[in-house]
């Protein structure tokens, strides 16, 4: 997961973006991002969101981590 310079929200993986949304992060703002992944299925909402901004599928990894 990286937030880029032009305020892009991307799920990546080695090779590719997995997902990508357009958001509109202001620099020296803090935002809260929440990844919930379950099986192939990875979801990120942004702010407390009801609904989540990437909704994809990834079955690349059976298992990972962050933090």
């Known amino acids: 997961m990286n937030v880029d310079a032009a305020g892009l929200v991307k799920l ?4 590719r973006d997995v997902a990508v949304y357009p958001t509109p ?3 020296g703002r803090t935002y809260h991002l929440k990844v919930v992944a379950s099986g192939a299925s990875i979801r990120v909402w ?4 009801a609904s989540p901004v990437i909704n994809t599928v990834d079955g690349s990894y059976a298992a990972a981590c962050s933090g």
């Open 12 to 15: 990546w993986r080695p090779g």
């Open 25 to 27: 992060i202001v620099r």
């Open 46 to 49: 942004l702010d407390h969101g």
